[in-house]
């Protein structure tokens, strides 16, 4: 009889860990990727590291009690991109980050002008991320894109909130000083 329930257990527990993973974790790949890709800057490299901090996730999902699954996944995803960039620290990651934009609806867009005039300023944006130093890319990537908080950005980048606050303070800066300059530039 304990031998039955113990393998009825036992067959159900991979199914059940399966369908707790895939509600808690899957949802955040694309948050994963981007997270990924803007702090390789190469499209290969995020794939791959991605797929390895799933393969990651799955296996230590035992060890996740619940909370924010997204920052979990996301400090999987950053120390597997780091050990990366560890590991290839001479190689120069100089892929262009993914030019694939949304499809944008032609009647709010008519104007090809206009069209032309947003993706050069995505454009512009995309180079002067690119541009910063990493631990400013990071913070301004968690922030203004993944939309944490100072508090989850600190956890997931061990840092203190007030360090955060201050890095995150001077990429706006520096991207803000770049993006000047490089407007300056195309006039």
Same mark, same amino acid.
């Given at each position: 009889?304990?031998?039955?329930?113990?393998?009825?257990?036992?067959?159900?527990?991979?199914?059940?860990?399966?369908?707790?993973?895939?509600?808690?974790?899957?949802?955040?790949?694309?948050?994963?990727?981007?997270?990924?890709?803007?702090?390789?800057?190469?499209?290969?490299?995020?794939?791959?590291?991605?797929?390895?901090?799933?393969?990651?996730?799955?296996?230590?999902?035992?060890?996740?009690?619940?909370?924010?699954?997204?920052?979990?996944?996301?400090?999987?995803?950053?120390?597997?991109?780091?050990?990366?960039?560890?590991?290839?620290?001479?190689?120069?990651?100089?892929?262009?980050?993914?030019?694939?934009?949304?499809?944008?609806?032609?009647?709010?867009?008519? #104007?090809?002008?206009? *069209? /032309?005039?947003? +993706?050069?300023? @995505?454009? &512009?944006?995309?180079?002067? $991320?690119?541009? =910063?130093?990493? #631990?400013?890319?990071? *913070? /301004?990537?968690? +922030?203004?894109? @993944?939309? &944490?908080?100072?508090?989850? $950005?600190?956890? =997931?980048?061990?840092?203190?909130?007030?360090?955060?606050?201050? +890095?995150?303070?001077?990429?706006?800066?520096?991207?803000?000083?770049?993006?000047?300059?490089?407007?300056?530039?195309?006039?």
């Amino acid at each position: 009889m304990i031998g039955a329930v113990f393998t009825k257990r036992s067959q159900l527990e991979p199914k059940n860990k399966l369908a707790s993973f895939e509600a808690a974790i899957l949802p955040h790949l694309s948050s994963a990727y981007n997270y990924a890709r803007f702090l390789l800057q190469n499209e290969s490299d995020a794939e791959d590291v991605v797929q390895e901090s799933y393969l990651r996730a799955f296996k230590y999902f035992r060890g996740f009690h619940g909370g924010d699954s997204r920052a979990w996944l996301l400090t999987i995803v950053r120390n597997t991109s780091y050990n990366l960039l560890q590991q290839n620290r001479s190689r120069q990651l100089v892929d262009s980050i993914d030019d694939s934009t949304e499809v944008l609806d032609t009647s709010e867009y008519s #104007n090809p002008d206009t *069209v /032309l005039r947003q +993706r050069i300023d @995505e454009d &512009l944006l995309k180079q002067a $991320i690119q541009e =910063l130093p990493l #631990n400013f890319r990071e *913070v /301004l990537i968690l +922030r203004e894109m @993944e939309e &944490l908080s100072y508090k989850e $950005i600190g956890t =997931l980048c061990d840092l203190p909130i007030g360090t955060v606050m201050s +890095r995150l303070a001077r990429a706006r800066a520096r991207l803000q000083d770049k993006l000047a300059g490089k407007i300056n530039q195309e006039i």
